[in-house]
C-alpha cells in the first residue's frame, strides 16, 4: 500500500516505537512519505516491581534506541506509561490463563488493548489521525466489500497477521503497517544504511515480561503462591508419577516431565478439578473440532451457514483447509484433517488466501 500523503493535506501519524528496529524503520518510512510524525514508547513494565532485568523490553536501552533514531529522523519523542493497564489486561488474565489450564497468547492481549485501544485513545486526545506499528502486515480497503482488509506479509517468515486478529474495522482504517511489503533482510538495510543504532539489533523471542521463559516461576512469583503437586495419569486413570504444579505444564508438551516411561507420552489434558496431567501417546494428541468465543471478523461481517476457510491454532502452525460455522454464539471450525495439540487459551485465526477472515480464543476441543 502506498502511504505517501498528498503535500497539501498534512497527515499526522503516531509511531509506536519499541527501540527496535522494525518500528524504527517504520518511523523513518512514513516520515519520508510525508507524515507529520511523533514516536512513542509505551512503558509497559515497571522491571524492578516484577523482578525483570533490565535487559528485557520496555527497558531504558529500548526508550534510548527509540529516542536516538528518532532525533536522527527529525521527528518528536515520547514516552507513555501504560504499566498499570498493561498489568491488568495482559499479565494478571496471562496467570489466570495458566491458573485455569489454559494455555495464553500474551502478545494478543497486549495488540488488543495496548498498542490498539488504549494507545489509539491516546493519539485521539493529541489530535493523531493514525497509529504505526513495525508489525509485519498488510492492510487493504476493498471497494466491493466496503471493508478493510488485513492481509499476510510479503514475507511469509515474519507475518505477524496472526496476532492481530483482534483488529476492528475502525482500527483497521487508522492502522498503518508499512513493513508488510518488505522483507526482514530489507528493513535491516534501511535501518544501516541511515545509520540507525539498532540496526543490528536482535529481534526479542520471548514473552516481554518473562524474558528467561520461565513462565511458572514467574506466576508463582507473581502471585506468592506455590501450586500443589497432583498426579500424572494416562487416558484410562492410572497413575503415572507426581506433577509438580498444574501451571508448570501445557498441551502438547513432552520435556520437562520429570517421569521415566516406556514409550514417549505428552500432555494431553489438564484437569483443574482432579489436579491432574492426563497423558497420552502423540496418535491421542490429534483433533478436528474446536470451538472459539472472543470472535472478531475482519473481511466479512458474519458467517452465514458453512464457510470454507483455512485455520490455524497457534502462531508458527501451518494452516489446514476447514469448515467455519457459528453455533451458539460461538465459532465452530472442523478441519478436514485432524490437528495435533489444539490448546485451549490459544487462538483461532481464519484465512481466506491472503486475506485474514477473522478469529477467536480456543474455549472447546
Keep these: 500500500m502506498d502511504f505517501t500523503v498528498d503535500k497539501t493535506e498534512k497527515k499526522r501519524a503516531l509511531i509506536a516505537m519499541s527501540g527496535g528496529v522494525d518500528s524504527s524503520v517504520a518511523a523513518y518510512m512514513m516520515k519520508e512519505a510525508g507524515y ?4 512513542v514508547t509505551m512503558r509497559l513494565l515497571v522491571n524492578e516491581e516484577l523482578g525483570i532485568e533490565e535487559s528485557s523490553c520496555c527497558s ?12 536522527r529522523i527529525g521527528i518528536p519523542h515520547y514516552t507513555f506509561n501504560f504499566s498499570d493497564r498493561f498489568r491488568e489486561c495482559v499479565i ?8 485455569n489450564g489454559m494455555t495464553p497468547n500474551p502478545c494478543i492481549e497486549c495488540n488488543r488493548h495496548l498498542k490498539f485501544e488504549k494507545l489509539f485513545t491516546r493519539a485521539s486526545e493529541l489530535g493523531y489521525e493514525y497509529i504505526v506499528t513495525g508489525h509485519y502486515a498488510v492492510t487493504e480497503y476493498d471497494q466491493a466489500s466496503g471493508r478493510y482488509l488485513l492481509k499476510r506479509a510479503v514475507d511469509r517468515t515474519k507475518d505477524q497477521s496472526y496476532v492481530l486478529y483482534s483488529l476492528t474495522q475502525e482500527q483497521l482504517a487508522r492502522v498503518r503497517f508499512p513493513l508488510g511489503e518488505y522483507s526482514k533482510t530489507e528493513i535491516r538495510a534501511i535501518a544501516e544504511k541511515n545509520g540507525f543504532i539498532n540496526a543490528d539489533k536482535p529481534d526479542s523471542q520471548d514473552i516481554c ?6 513462565y511458572a516461576e514467574f506466576i508463582e512469583n507473581y502471585t506468592g503462591k506455590k501450586y500443589p503437586e497432583g498426579n500424572f495419569v494416562d487416558e484410562e486413570g492410572n497413575v503415572l508419577g507426581t506433577h509438580k504444579g498444574i501451571i508448570h505444564y501445557t498441551v502438547g508438551q513432552r520435556k ?10 505428552y500432555v494431553k489434558k489438564l484437569d483443574m478439578e482432579k ?9 491421542a494428541l490429534f483433533s478436528s473440532v474446536l470451538y472459539a468465543d472472543n470472535v472478531n471478523l475482519i473481511s466479512v461481517p458474519e458467517i452465514e451457514g458453512e464457510m470454507r476457510i483455512k485455520a490455524k491454532v497457534r502462531y508458527r502452525h501451518i494452516e489446514d483447509d476447514a469448515v ?7 465459532l465452530k471450525i472442523e478441519f478436514d484433517r485432524p490437528q495435533r495439540a489444539i490448546t485451549r487459551g490459544q487462538a483461532v485465526v481464519m484465512y481466506d488466501g491472503d486475506i485474514v477472515v477473522g478469529g477467536g480464543r480456543i474455549i472447546k476441543i
Excluded at 494478571?92 to 491458573?99: A, K, S
Excluded at 515480561?209 to 520461565?214: I, L, Q
Excluded at 467455519?324 to 460461538?330: H, I, K, Q, S, V
Design 36 to 39: 507529520d510524525c511523533a514516536g
Design 60 to 71: 531504558t536501552d529500548d526508550v534510548f534506541d527509540a529516542q536516538n533514531v528518532a532525533r
Design 92 to 99: 494478571d488474565p496471562f496467570v489466570q490463563y495458566y491458573e
Design 209 to 214: 515480561f518473562v524474558p528467561d521463559g520461565k
Design 256 to 265: 520437562g516431565l520429570g517421569l521415566s516411561l516406556k514409550e514417549p507420552m
Design 275 to 283: 489436579n491432574e496431567v492426563v497423558l497420552c501417546r502423540d496418535e
Design 324 to 330: 467455519a460455522t457459528m453455533e451458539n454464539g460461538l
